[in-house]
DNA sequence: CCGTTATAGTTTCAAAAGAAACCATGTTAA
DNA sequence: TTAACATGGTTTCTTTTGAAACTATAACGG
């Protein structure tokens, strides 16, 4: 069995490289336009989305570790983008929420990251975009299935 | 304008996650495996591809900048995987190719790699899969578009 | 020719990331 | 109870990465 592989073929390699374009360009919007990273973005649109969480819980809705998270908020603390309140249940946690201002950054990135999302799908028709996503959810799915067994 | 934005309908992300977890799980099979880097595994597919090439080619055919190329070669050449030739018109660059050793290694691994890769598309269609790959492609051609203005 | 500029590749430095150890608290079961 | 274990989150340490500086050579323009 002696196999060829190309790697312009492999969907690890393709999807690896094609992740990393879109990160490197879209970066230039929330990390030197509004001096962010990409973990407190991911955290500022958790937090958007479901109001109040726990470190924790930031981390599963973010496919992001517990480290990564746990800087990510330490720093938007700092630059007062979000506040915590304790757990009475659970001194360890505490629970997060954006600030008035963590929110006015919010509003201000999301209109230019839907823009640049828009761009980049747009010689894709609605159909293809659909398959996009679909495709993009059977391919999470399946790899559940393979890191289970 | 006051857009809501869903991470898990964002394409940077839903690309980059992704990426990342087929990422993870791949390395097992080269990195545990075998002990080479993902850099190198490149290096290892793009040399057994095209025979011999500079560092400056294989960086064009794995979209590795050549500080990673760089690294990647030094370490396989210690490993006695690849060799490098001078090259005569320029003193500079070098012709590198795998050494015997280099491309027993890389017939060991292939096989695993397409195996594994087999897997992860076991669930979708030939159609589903041509798609994916052609979305990947009009994705790539899309992002060279947006970064040349 | 010779000075400027470009290029191949390496090295150095600083930022980012993850693994593992850690701290503090909570939970469970003897 | 309280001893073992689990959990939320932080810190420490090491590895990986890329940007920028650097070395050596090549190409170009006057």
Redo the contacts between chains.
Sequence with gaps: ???????Q???????????????V??ARIYVQKFGITVPEW?TL??L??YGELQSKQIAA???MDKVRVSRAVASMTDKGLLSRRPCDRDSRAAFLTLTEEGLELY?RI??E??AW?E??????SEQ?QA???S??D??????AE??SD
């Design positions: 069995m002696d196999d060829k592989l190309s790697l073929q492999f969907l690890p390699y393709r999807c690896n490289s094609l992740a990393q374009r879109i990160s360009s879209l991911r649109v958790a958007s989305e809705h973010t496919s509003r999301v209109p990251a839907l999302e761009r980049l799908l747009a010689p894709l293809e398959a996009l996503f495709l993009l059977k391919l999470d799915l399946r790899l393979l890191s």
